[in-house]
């Protein structure tokens, strides 16, 4: 999240940044886990957390956006064949097969064979998809 990047290059803690922005540790805390979106907050408090942060209000909220817009270009418009085996792996946990392995198997050679052999889609883009569905799901 941009708010952690942002606090890092400053060398201060939520904490801190909750006591000078004026606002709850809990909320802070919630937004920079993505419980809260920060573009769902009220504009005073993304104001107070921009002030602080000494940057605009609309990189804060660009930032999210952003990466909003990018898992959704990330996760439409494949080739057909890895968008069949992305939608089988995703009713597959959605189900509990029995044949997540499998599944796992053929997405996982489908993102390679799309990235690697055919150049359809950006090593970001592979990169994306394997560590949404492939090591971070619980199969």
């Known amino acids: 999240m941009i708010i952690d990047e942002l606090l890092a290059k400053r060398n201060i803690t ?5 006591l000078q922005a004026g606002i709850p ?8 886990s993505g419980k809260t979106k920060l573009e769902k907050c009220s504009a005073e408090t993304v104001y107070k957390l921009a002030k602080v942060l000494n940057v605009s209000m609309e990189l804060l909220t660009e930032g999210g956006i952003h990466q909003s817009e990018l898992e959704k270009a990330f996760e439409y418009g494949l080739p057909e064949y ?3 085996d992305l939608d089988s792996y995703k ?5 509990n097969s029995s044949l997540m392995d499998c599944l796992w198997g053929e997405l ?3 993102i390679n064979l799309a990235e690697i ?4 889609i950006t090593s970001e ?3 994306y998809l394997r560590k949404k569905y492939l090591f971070g799901a619980k199969a």
Do not use: M, P, V
Not at 14 to 18: E, K, N, Q, S, V
């Open 25 to 32: 540790h809990a909320t802070l805390n919630d937004i920079c």
């Open 91 to 95: 009713e597959g946990l959605k189900t």
């Open 125 to 127: 883009h592979a990169d």
């Open 108 to 110: 996982y050679g489908s």
């Open 117 to 120: 052999n055919e150049g359809i």
């Open 82 to 84: 890895l968008q069949h």
């Open 14 to 18: 939520r904490y801190r940044l909750a």
